[in-house]
């Protein structure tokens, strides 16, 4: 069975430029969320998605964006990039109702130049 | 404001004896407890969980400990082996946060399982 999926797995950009990830969640997972991991940190929550319904937003300005598809599959867009963007974004899919037991995909690395 | 703190950034420990990592919570709200485990350039991947009602879960090696008195968690492995040798992560989440299942992780600590 595919587990999360990720794309792109590794880019550069530059400040001002505006990046698009995407996610494909485990088949049968409805539930979408993305994190954020800086250098040195645990990951922390940016969006949730379910049913293409936003369901939690984390402390993160507006700047960043998501939406899901009706395929479940979801993208993470981000405006106006600082240096500060720069980590690695996770996307985890899950069973709504499973309590936090997150399926996580390797990751997008995006560094800001 | 950090609510979910892991204290030790790194732990070393021989093959065969045990490891303890500890994490401690700010926010009583949570009510629901996991363990995440990460190997370099892998996402995060789900070890254990432990709900707020319960003191101890177990499965094989692997035991959580919750204390709700003093707001700290503790992961057991017994007994260690060098393939445990990951990043740990806690992370907690509350069920009354208007259907999202946000969880908030700890800093990570940083287990080395030697031969």
């Known amino acids: 069975d595919a587990g999360v999926t990720q794309s792109p797995t590794h880019l550069i950009k530059t400040r001002g430029q505006h990046v698009t990830l995407r996610c494909s969640p485990i088949s049968g997972h409805k539930s979408v969320s993305w994190y954020q991991q800086v250098l040195g940190q645990g990951p922390q929550f940016i969006f949730q998605?379910?049913?293409?319904?936003?369901?939690g937003r984390g402390n993160f300005p507006d700047r960043f964006s998501a939406r899901q598809f009706p395929n479940y599959s979801s993208e993470l867009n981000v405006n106006a990039l600082l240096l500060g963007d720069s980590a690695l974004y996770l996307c985890a899919s899950s069973l709504v109702g499973t309590m936090g037991e997150l399926f996580f995909g390797e990751g997008s690395r995006l560094t800001v130049l | 404001d950090q609510q979910v703190k892991q204290n030790s950034p790194s732990l070393s420990v021989q093959e065969g004896r045990i490891s303890i990592l500890n994490c401690d919570y700010t926010n009583s709200m949570f009510d629901y407890f996991l363990w995440y485990k990460k190997y370099p350039a892998e996402g995060p991947t789900f070890l254990i969980s432990?709900?707020?009602?319960?003191d101890k879960n177990e499965d094989g090696r692997f035991t959580v400990f919750l204390n709700k008195s003093a707001k700290h968690l503790s992961l057991h492995i017994v007994p260690s082996q060098p393939g445990d040798s990951a990043v740990y992560f806690c992370?907690?989440?509350?069920?009354?946060?208007?259907?999202?299942?946000?969880?908030?992780f700890g800093k990570g600590t940083k287990l080395t399982v030697n031969p």
């Open positions: 992370a907690a989440s509350a069920a009354t946060q208007g259907g999202s299942e946000k969880l908030v």
């Open positions: 998605y379910y049913e293409k319904e936003e369901r």
């Open positions: 432990i709900s707020s009602i319960k």
